[in-house]
């Protein structure tokens, strides 16, 4: 029986799963997954103040737990399907994993370092370069992110509004 | 009673006494520390091949645990020493950590990301910039190195040797 090929599609959805769990614990959502040989090998999710960690960005998890699975801090042959594009941190810890590629949801212009800001990934000094490919379920990965934004806002409009009523 | 004022000197040498750890395992020397109000809150050294993790970079170590103790995933306040200029991945950390400073002993000019490569902690469309001084025990912290990597090279050479005499 022949495996089914999956679509970029397929892992940006299982990518915005995760974002939906930082979500639901009033985190930024952003998700990802690591994807090698055609199966997600590692998830992650924003919980930076839950855990109150600077290193618990959904990307640095994945990687953290991709390493633990394949006993190497080389993650050459995986492709990583994220629904942000990296900051700084991220995209420099894809290119110190050596991973082959990275599959972008949303860009960031304000922070992104996947060529929004600057390209870290793809840098000719470096030892390594990550492919990059943007787009893909970009306006879902996008609405998510604007829906708890505006949540955010309106919470803090209702609590300064209840503040003035005393 | 006055407590004596600490030199960078003073924490540059626990940064080596990290790195010296480091050297123990095999792995690359480098080592760092995390100050907060005089006092070392944090202390990493690198274990990536040991740990076989992308993430066991002496600087993200010192960063997660500085987290853990400080319960915040912002280190505003803190100071970090480390023997070597920080790779792309750890100088995105620290601006992501929202440190005051780094002080360096080692420039890395082949892959450092405070000023050789890129200038990561002084980009001034970031969020945050992370102050830079250099050259604390510079001889010591690259004299370290110096003898690990002459050391590896006699490993190999040696095994190269022997292997001929099969």
Redesign the interface.
């Known amino acids: 029986m022949q495996t089914k090929k999956k679509t970029p599609e397929f892992y940006m959805r299982a990518a915005l799963a995760q974002a939906r769990k930082a979500a639901a614990l009033d985190e930024t959502p952003i998700g990802c997954v690591i994807v090698k040989d055609g199966q997600i090998i590692a998830r992650g999710y924003n919980r930076?103040?839950t855990?109150?960690?600077?290193?618990?960005?959904a990307e640095?998890t994945a990687?953290?737990k991709a390493?633990?699975r394949?006993?190497?801090?080389?993650?050459e042959g995986c492709t990583m399907y994220v629904t942000l594009e990296p900051?700084?941190?991220?995209?420099?810890?894809l290119?110190?994993?050596r991973m082959d590629a990275v599959v972008i949801g949303a860009r960031n212009p304000k922070?992104g370092?996947a060529g929004s800001?600057?390209n870290?990934l793809q840098?000719p000094?470096?030892?390594h370069q990550v492919a990059i490919t943007d787009g893909v379920l970009e306006e879902e990965c996008r609405l998510l992110l604007q829906q708890f934004f505006r949540g955010l806002r309106e919470r803090h409009k209702q609590m300064r509004s209840q503040t003035d009523q005393r």
């Open positions: 930076r103040n855990d109150g960690s600077t290193l618990a960005h640095l990687i953290r390493c633990k394949t006993g190497d801090w080389r993650l900051c700084q941190m991220c995209a420099g810890a290119v110190q994993a922070a370092c800001v600057l870290l840098n000094d470096f030892n």
